[in-house]
């Protein structure tokens, strides 16, 4: 069945640097990529999409690209801030199957001052 | 505020206790959601529903768990009997259609088991 790998956490980081969260999929089909994001007591929020290979989605100084020869969905932010401490899901909903979104295990941030 | 709420936010029971966690979703959805997540893992879908129809129910484990949701009023998880391993954040998420997999999330409910 349809799943994602996201690198394990919590990734340290101090304020302005450049930050990779690694994300793989496996999924039949031509599956929708997302990255929801959580901070601390609530829900997940959608933090960015991207709906066909080579699409980049983009949202507050995030950035991914739908890798589709990688299966491959990498998070990037060029300058972390302190307020980006969270977890952060990669997700996928597979068109020609399940819509039902899988996600990843989540890998938390902490970013220091 | 018409986003997603859920209650209980926090829920304590005791062993071989009903746990009840409802969801109204956001306005114009009628798709809902409930993932469960573990200390530790990651958000674990359970069940998804439509008005009135369970529509995907393959990740409620067989016994114990239930879940609804009426043509009126808000969707229901229901816990028969809970046990500590129950213990875990519950999210409700919605959406206005089942095939884009964007989905709106609660602020989940926390149920701690005695």
């Known amino acids: 069945g349809d799943s994602v790998t996201q690198m394990e956490g919590p990734v340290t980081l101090s304020e302005e640097a450049f930050l990779t969260i690694n994300c793989t999929y496996t999924?039949?089909?031509?599956?929708?990529l997302f990255w929801y994001v959580q901070y601390p007591g609530e829900g997940l929020q959608l933090l960015l999409k991207?709906?066909?290979?080579?699409d980049k989605g983009s949202n507050k100084g995030f950035e991914a690209t739908y890798r589709k020869e990688t299966t491959s969905f990498h998070l990037e932010k060029g300058s972390v801030q302190v307020s980006d401490s969270a977890v952060y899901f990669c997700a996928l909903s597979g068109r020609g199957g399940s819509y039902i979104p899988t996600f990843g295990r989540g890998t938390s941030l902490i970013v220091h001052p | 505020n018409a986003g997603v709420m859920q209650n209980p936010r926090h829920l304590v029971r005791r062993r071989g206790q009903e746990a009840r966690l409802r969801c109204s979703p956001m306005?114009?959805?009628?798709?809902v959601y409930w993932y469960r997540q573990l200390p530790e893992e990651g958000l674990k879908f359970m069940v998804y529903?439509?008005?009135?129809?369970?529509?995907?129910e393959s990740g409620m484990p067989k016994e114990r768990f239930s879940a609804e949701f009426p043509k009126e009023g808000p969707s229901i998880l229901r816990i028969q009997q809970v046990v500590r391993g129950d213990s875990a954040a519950y999210f409700c998420?919605?959406?206005?259609?089942?095939?884009?997999?964007?989905?709106?999330f609660g602020e989940g409910s926390r149920l701690t088991v005695l």
């Open positions: 998420a919605s959406s206005p259609q089942g095939a884009t997999g964007e989905l709106f």
């Open positions: 529903l439509q008005k009135e129809n369970i529509i995907d």
């Open positions: 999924a039949t089909g031509y599956p929708s």
């Open positions: 991207a709906t066909k290979a080579d």
């Open positions: 306005k114009g959805h009628s798709h």
